[in-house]
Nanobody, 121 residues
Framework: VQLQASGGGLVQAGGSLRLSCAVS????????MAWYRQAPGKQRELIAD???????RYADSVKGRFTISRDNAKNTMDLQMISLEPEDTGVYYC????????????????WGQGTQVTVSS
């Protein structure tokens, strides 16, 4: 099982980007999914998450500007980001809680490799 994040890049302040995360491999179910951000010199922080039933939560710093969504049929997740600010610069990671096999006793968290977002002022 792997997670692949994509969509990062360089954008000017006020611009938009859309990040995507795809789960590959055979799984039983993908439970909660989330996006984390690690800004330069800072700890990784949770910025948005979404349950399998589409319940979403956002960090105060991105509320109203970022929208998280998922497609359960495709095991994908997106993060639409608008009104980007230089403070949004960082490496964005996707994570998913996945039940891989019926023989597994519990699900586990899987992380993507991260995608760089740079917002210039």
């Amino acid at each position: 099982v792997q997670l692949q994040a994509s969509g990062g890049g360089l954008v000017q302040a006020g611009g938009s980007l859309r990040l995507s995360c795809a789960v590959s491999g055979s799984v039983v179910s993908v439970n909660a999914m989330a996006w984390y951000r690690q800004a330069p010199g800072k700890q990784r922080e949770l910025i948005a998450d979404i349950t399998r039933t589409q319940i979403t939560r956002y960090a105060d710093s991105v509320k109203g500007r970022f929208t998280i969504s998922r497609d359960n049929a495709k095991n994908t997740m997106d993060l639409q980001m608008i009104s980007l600010e230089p403070e949004d610069t960082g490496v964005y990671y996707c994570v998913a809680n996945i039940w891989v096999s019926f023989s597994d006793e519990h699900s586990e968290d899987y992380w993507g490799q991260g995608t760089q977002v740079t917002v210039s002022s």
